[in-house]
């Protein structure tokens, strides 16, 4: 992507040090827009800033992991001090943890997925809800897997930490859409090449699957055409 289509715009990209949120990192800010990205993985993140400084565009990192206390909404505050909107929310970061058949769920771990997927995800949008607010068309886009509506044997953990993200970020888009200029939407990547897929199918040849580019650049297409809430779309 080579216009400036998303010039003056703000997005913060989740999970952005690798895979697809990395990839969209780069596509929206070859697109113009200043990204602000954030994972736990300073060194990945640094990557990502380098790569889109190297194309001409701007970001802005922000190590920190999404599950501690209070590191929302410090990143919430930040951005507020800085910019005072946010026009573009991509929810990307999600845990994987182990497949498992369901009576052999390790609670534990469990307890850290929907943590993750799911309860993070809420302290996002209560956090970011006033900046998107301020945006003429914001827009949030999460990042879901086929799991969470197709119910698929020993994924049952994550599926159901999918399946409660969806239905989540569908409700606040439901709550804003008549108040607001936010609109919510939902992509199902499918198969694509990331750390994820390979830990999911180990035996699988990377090469057989998409690159995370294609999902990125897909994610900032609609990024600059918009869409309405509600919408879903599955990539590739």
Do not use: C
């Not at 920190?64 to 909107?85: F, I, K, Q, Y």
């Not at 991509?90 to 609670?107: C, E, H, K, R, Y």
């Not at 930490?161 to 607001?180: M, T």
Request: proline share 3%; net charge neutral.
């Amino acid at each position: 992507m080579t216009d400036k289509s998303l010039e003056g715009k703000i997005a913060l990209v989740t999970g952005a040090s690798r895979g697809i949120g990395a990839a969209t990192a780069r596509a929206l800010g070859a697109a113009g827009a200043h990204v602000v990205l954030t994972a736990r993985t300073a060194g990945g993140l640094e990557e990502v800033e380098e790569a889109i400084y190297a194309s001409g565009g701007s970001a802005t990192i922000a190590p920190m992991d999404l599950t501690e206390n209070e590191s929302v909404a410090r990143l919430a505050a930040a951005v507020s001090e800085r910019w005072n909107t946010l026009d573009l929310l991509v929810l990307n970061a999600a845990s994987l943890g182990t497949l498992s058949a369901v009576p052999a769920i390790d609670f534990k771990e469990f307890a850290k997925v929907l943590t993750l997927n799911v309860t993070a995800q809420a302290a996002m949008l209560a956090s970011f809800d006033p900046l998107l607010r301020t945006a003429t068309q914001a827009r949030v886009l999460g990042i879901t897997s086929s799991v969470g509506r197709t119910p698929r044997a020993y994924w049952g953990p994550y599926g159901a930490s999918k399946a409660a993200f969806e239905n989540l970020l569908l409700s606040y888009g439901e709550e804003v859409r008549h108040v607001s200029g936010i609109r919510v939407g939902i992509i199902d990547p499918g198969a694509t090449r990331t750390k994820m897929r390979a830990r999911a199918f180990p035996g699988e040849n990377a090469e057989s699957v998409k690159a995370p580019e294609v999902v990125a650049e897909r994610i900032a297409q609609l990024a600059i055409d918009g869409f309405e809430t509600g919408y879903f779309e599955r990539v590739g």
